[in-house]
C-alpha cells in the first residue's frame, strides 16, 4: 500500500455516491464506519450542491464489531426505506466494511422491501472511482431493464424506422454525473446542437434521470457516449443486448464536433451537417487561421487527464492550434490503451499512473509552456512556474463556475480556447513587462505618466547577498563613486563548495528570458556551473550555459 497526500480518484463506493448523487428517487445505503462519511463533502463544498447526496450510512463503530453487525445494517436499510421511500435502492459497502464481510447487498435482497434492490459489489483494493461509477451505472440499468431484454436471435432494429414511426430521431446521451467536469453545461450544449439537426433526446443518464426513466433507455435509436469512463460498459451492454448502436466520438473540440455530426449522421441515416457549420458556429477556427495565432505555434504542452479528455486535448492542440505536444498521460488505466495509441500517433511514450508526483517529474522533465491537467497539474506546475488550465477532473471548487462554460460542441471549442489560449497570452504579457521593468514607465513606485518622475532605483536585492558571500573580493561602488561614474567590480567569490551564485549582471539576463522557460534556463545553467567547478554565474555564463545545451 502506498501513502500518498493526494490521489486522482477516491475508491470505487465514491464512484456508486455519483451515480446516486446524480439521479433522482434513487437511494444508496452504504455499510460503512463513522469515518468514511466524508463523502458527503465532495459533493456539498465541491459541487455546490444545497443538499446533500441521497446515501445512508451503518456508520459502524468498534464497539459493534463486537456484535452482530449484519442486524445493525438491515436496520439501516429498513430505515432509509421507510424515510425516504426510493424508487430504487442501491446497497453496497466501503472499503473498510468490506473486510468485515457482512454482504449487506444479500441481505437487503431477502428483506422484501417492495423496490428494486441492486447488489453493488465494487473490489475497493482492486478498482477505483470511475470504475465504480461504471458498474453501478451499469449494473442498474441491467436489473432494470431485464424484462425488456429481446429474446435472442432477435433481429437489429433499422437505423431509419424513427421515419416509419413518423417522428424524428432520438438518442440518450450516458455518462454525465456529478463530480465529472462541466457535465452539466455540456449536456445544455449537446441538447442544443442535437436539437437544430432535428434530433430529439430521450434520455440523459445518470444526471438527473429517475429509475423510471432508464426504463425508455431502449425506445432510443441510439446511445450517445458522451463519457466513455462512466458510459462504456452501459453502451457496449445496450449494443449486445437490444441492437442500439452506439455513437462514440466525443464532441470535444471544432474537429471532433464534425466528426461527432458526422458520426450522427451515418448512424441515424441523416443528410450530412453543412460543411462550413464550424465557421459559422466557433471563433476557433477564425483564430487559428489568423497573423495572431503565429505566437501560439509551436509552443510545448504538456497534457494529464482523464482519458476522454486528455485524448481530446492532444487532438485540438496538435490539430487546432499548432502546439507540440511534448507529453501525454491519464490516470485512468481502464482506458490506457486509448491513450497509449493517441500518443504513439504524436511520437510519444503515454504517461499511465496514479502518482501526482511522477507527474510532476515528467512535466518538469519536459520542460512545457503550457500544461493542461487536473487540479494536482496545477499546483505542480504552480511550483515550477509554468501556466496551467484545468481541462479534466478531479476538480477544485473554482473550476465548477456559476456560468455556462461548456466543454462540448461549437461554445465549448470558444471556451476551450479562452481557457488555453489566455494563461499563454498573459504569458507574454508578464514577459514583456519583465523586459521593460528597468524603462520609467515600470519601476516601482510610478504611479502615472503624468507624475513628475519616478523614484530612483533601488540597489538590487542580490547585492547585499553576494557581498556577504564573497565577502573582502566583492568591491561594490558607492552612491559617491557612482554619482562620479564609477562601476561595481565582481570579482569571482569564494563560497562553499559546489554552489553557485548568481552575479547582477546574471540575474539581469536571466530576468530577460520569458518566465514559462525560464525555470528550464536556470535550471541548466546552475548546472553547467556546477560542473565547470563555477562559484559565480555571470551574463557570460548564462550565454556560455545556453550554448552548451543548444548544440
Not at 424513427?162 to 457535465?183: I, M, Q, T
Not at 573580493?473 to 564609477?486: D, E, F, K, P, R
Not at 536571466?510 to 535550471?523: D, E, N, S, Y
Request: proline share 7%.
Amino acid at each position: 500500500m502506498e501513502l500518498t497526500l493526494w490521489t486522482y480518484e477516491g475508491p470505487p463506493h465514491v464512484g456508486a455516491m455519483r451515480i446516486a448523487a446524480s439521479m433522482e428517487g434513487l437511494h444508496y445505503v452504504l455499510h460503512a464506519p463513522q469515518g468514511d462519511t466524508y463523502a458527503d463533502l465532495l459533493f456539498t463544498m465541491i459541487e455546490r450542491r444545497d443538499r446533500r447526496p441521497p446515501v445512508t450510512y451503518t456508520t459502524f463503530q468498534a464497539r459493534d464489531l463486537g456484535g452482530d453487525t449484519a442486524e445493525l445494517v438491515k436496520r439501516s436499510i429498513q430505515q432509509a426505506v421507510d424515510r425516504f421511500q426510493p424508487e430504487a435502492l442501491l446497497v453496497g459497502e466501503s472499503c473498510t466494511a468490506e473486510l468485515i464481510q457482512d454482504q449487506p447487498g444479500a441481505l437487503a435482497g431477502g428483506m422484501n422491501l417492495g423496490v428494486p434492490v441492486v447488489n453493488l459489489e465494487l473490489p475497493a483494493y482492486s478498482k477505483k472511482e470511475n470504475w465504480g461509477a461504471a458498474e453501478t451505472l451499469y449494473q442498474l440499468c441491467r436489473s432494470l431493464l431485464r424484462e425488456q431484454v429481446p429474446a435472442p436471435g432477435t433481429p437489429r432494429p433499422s437505423p431509419d424506422r424513427w421515419r416509419a414511426e413518423g417522428r424524428r430521431p432520438r438518442v440518450n446521451l450516458l455518462g454525465p454525473s456529478l463530480l465529472g467536469f462541466r457535465c452539466r453545461d455540456d449536456i445544455k450544449e449537446i441538447r442544443g446542437l442535437l436539437s437544430e439537426h432535428g434530433i430529439d433526446v430521450n434520455v440523459v443518464a445518470p444526471m438527473g434521470a429517475r429509475p423510471a426513466d432508464l426504463l425508455r433507455l431502449p425506445e432510443a435509436d441510439a446511445n450517445v457516449c458522451l463519457y466513455p469512463e462512466v458510459a462504456g460498459p452501459l453502451c457496449s451492454w445496450l449494443d449486445r443486448q437490444f441492437g442500439t448502436p452506439v455513437v462514440r466520438t466525443v464532441p470535444i473540440g471544432v474537429g471532433a464536433t464534425r466528426r461527432f455530426l458526422d458520426e450522427l449522421s451515418t448512424v441515424l441515416d441523416l443528410e450530412a451537417p453543412e460543411a462550413n457549420e464550424a465557421d459559422l458556429r466557433s471563433r476557433m477556427p477564425w483564430y487559428s487561421r489568423s497573423v495572431d495565432s503565429t505566437y501560439l505555434t509551436g509552443k510545448r504542452v504538456f497534457i494529464f487527464a482523464d482519458a476522454t479528455h486528455a485524448i481530446a486535448a492532444a487532438r485540438i492542440a496538435a490539430d487546432e492550434l499548432g502546439f507540440t505536444v511534448v507529453g501525454l498521460g491519464t490516470y485512468s488505466r481502464e482506458l490506457a490503451r486509448e491513450v497509449r495509441a493517441a500518443a504513439k500517433d504524436l511520437g510519444l511514450e503515454a504517461l499511465i499512473t496514479d502518482d501526482y508526483l511522477a507527474v510532476e517529474k515528467a512535466m518538469g522533465e519536459a520542460a512545457p509552456e503550457l500544461v493542461l491537467g487536473t487540479q494536482m497539474e496545477r499546483h505542480s506546475a504552480k511550483r515550477l512556474g509554468i501556466p496551467c488550465a484545468v481541462i479534466s477532473a478531479p476538480l477544485h471548487v473554482q473550476d465548477v463556475p456559476a456560468r455556462y462554460a461548456p466543454q462540448m460542441g461549437w461554445e465549448g471549442a470558444n471556451v476551450i480556447f479562452d481557457s488555453w489560449v489566455h494563461p499563454l497570452m498573459m504569458g507574454l504579457e508578464e514577459h514583456l513587462i519583465g523586459m521593460f521593468r528597468h524603462d520609467f514607465e515600470f519601476v516601482e513606485g510610478h504611479r502615472s505618466h503624468l507624475a513628475e518622475g519616478a523614484p530612483p532605483r533601488q540597489a538590487a536585492a542580490t547585492e547585499p547577498v553576494l557581498a556577504a558571500l564573497a565577502g573582502p573580493s566583492l568591491a561594490v561602488a558607492t552612491n559617491g563613486a557612482a554619482a562620479a561614474g564609477a562601476t561595481a567590480t565582481l570579482a569571482p567569490p569564494s563560497v562553499t563548495e559546489g554552489v553557485a551564485v548568481w552575479s547582477a549582471d546574471g540575474e539581469a539576463a536571466l530576468r530577460k528570458i520569458p518566465f514559462f522557460v525560464r525555470g528550464k534556463v536556470k535550471t541548466n545553467t546552475e548546472t553547467f556551473a556546477r560542473e565547470h567547478g563555477l562559484v559565480a554565474i555571470t551574463e557570460e555564463v548564462l550565454y556560455d550555459a545556453k550554448a552548451h545545451y543548444s548544440k
